[in-house]
Structure formats: structure tokens, C-alpha cells
């Protein structure tokens, strides 16, 4: 079975822009999650979806927002992007019934 | 809020075992969890315990939980080379709502 993939793998913008990113869950799971990992904060929960609905979501700004297609992918937006945002974006996916969560390899941002 | 500690660093000698630690604050947690994190990689699950247990081995590890201190430990025997890496605890209610420690990281000298 194919585990949670993330494109791009690197991501280079500047302040003010706005970048997307994509998730692929595991097949057959629909609940997909996503975090910010940063040398400084560590990992920080992003928000949460589940059969297309936001079903929990974190301490981040209106800039950072997110969507799940009816095939369970999903995609993470943020706008006029600033320097702090530089970080590795992690997608996991689960079954949400089940225990485990499993992590794809992340998506690189660096905002300069 | 809920919060999940574990110490940042831990160095050991090949072929020793490793012990790192994590303390949480959520009693209502059911599930604790050890994610192992490669440079330039997403974080891989290790293993994970259900509250109502106290220990847990799967080959070289072993989960011991202290449920009354809020304690979870993982062992891992024989460490090698390739153990090198962070290891994050975590916790969720019923697979939901996870949250992650700090990241240990461990170095594992030859």
C-alpha cells in the first residue's frame, strides 16, 4: 500500500506571495492532518479534515487554510506569506476509527 | 492546554540501550505514541500504547507507561548507528486530536 505522498517536496517564494500544497492520503483513509514543524515551536497542529469538513483546527492565522476533495486529498493554502512561515509541512493521514497516524515526508517552504 | 515534555538531547554508545522519556499532562489520553524523525524526513510511527497497558515491546523496544505519574518511557536495546535521530512522544484522545512533544534527539556514538 502507497503511504501519504506530499508535492512539492521544496518550495522557494517570497514575502506576500501565496503557496498551496497537496496530500495524498493512504488509500482508504479519509481523515488527513496537517502540521508545521519548526526548529523553534516544534510541531504545531495545522488543522484537521475529515470526509471533505474541517473537523478541528489550530492556533494559526486566517492565512493558513485548507481543503479535502471527495478522494480524500487534500490541499493546505497560505497567503501573503511571510518570513516565519519557513518551515516543513507535514500531512498525515488516518482512518480517524483507528489509532495510528501515519506521516508523509513533508513539504520544505522557505520563504525569503 | 494539554503538553507533552521530553528532554532534547540523549547520547549513547553503540551497543548500549537507550532510554528516552516523556511526561504528559492529559489523563484523559488513550493512546501514547513514539514517532522516530530522519534528517530532511516526515516522522515514521514506532510503536504506540494504549493507556490501559503498562508496557508494550516490539523487538528492540520497549513502551513503559506510568499512567498514575503521566509517564511514558522508550527503550530501545542494542542501539545502533542508525537509530540516530529525533523521537517524538505523543498523545490523542481516541486517535484524534495529537499532540507532540519537543523531539528528543538522539546520537548514537561509535
Known amino acids: 500500500k502507497a503511504g501519504v505522498t506530499q508535492t512539492p517536496r521544496y518550495l522557494i517564494k517570497t514575502r506576500g506571495q501565496q503557496v498551496t500544497l497537496s496530500c495524498s492520503p493512504i488509500?482508504?483513509?479519509?481523515?488527513v492532518s496537517w502540521y508545521q514543524q519548526t526548529p523553534g515551536q516544534g510541531l504545531q497542529f495545522l488543522f484537521e479534515?475529515?470526509?471533505?469538513?474541517?473537523?478541528n483546527k489550530g492556533n494559526f492565522p486566517g492565512r493558513f487554510s485548507g481543503r479535502q476533495f471527495s478522494n480524500s486529498r487534500s490541499e493546505m493554502n497560505v497567503s501573503t506569506l511571510e518570513l516565519g512561515d519557513s518551515a516543513l509541512y507535514l500531512c498525515?493521514?488516518?482512518?480517524?476509527?483507528?489509532?495510528?497516524?501515519?506521516f508523509g515526508p513533508g513539504t520544505r517552504l522557505t520563504v525569503t | 492546554g494539554e503538553d507533552v515534555e521530553q528532554s532534547l538531547f540523549l547520547s549513547v554508545r553503540e551497543g548500549d540501550s537507550s532510554v528516552i522519556n516523556c511526561t504528559y499532562t492529559d489523563s484523559s489520553s488513550t493512546y501514547l505514541y513514539w514517532y522516530k524523525q530522519e534528517p530532511g524526513a516526515g516522522l515514521q510511527l514506532l510503536t504506540y500504547i494504549f493507556s490501559n497497558m503498562d508496557m508494550k515491546q516490539d523487538q528492540r523496544l520497549t513502551v513503559l507507561l506510568n499512567k498514575k505519574d503521566k509517564h511514558l518511557s522508550l527503550r530501545i536495546a542494542d542501539t545502533q548507528t542508525g537509530d540516530s535521530a529525533i523521537y517524538f512522544c505523543a498523545e490523542s484522545l481516541y486517535g484524534q486530536n495529537f499532540v507532540f512533544g519537543p523531539g528528543t534527539r538522539l546520537s548514537v556514538l561509535p
Open positions: 479534515y475529515f470526509s471533505e469538513t474541517q473537523r
Open positions: 498525515a493521514s488516518s482512518t480517524r476509527q483507528e489509532s495510528e497516524q501515519y
Open positions: 488509500s482508504g483513509h479519509r481523515s
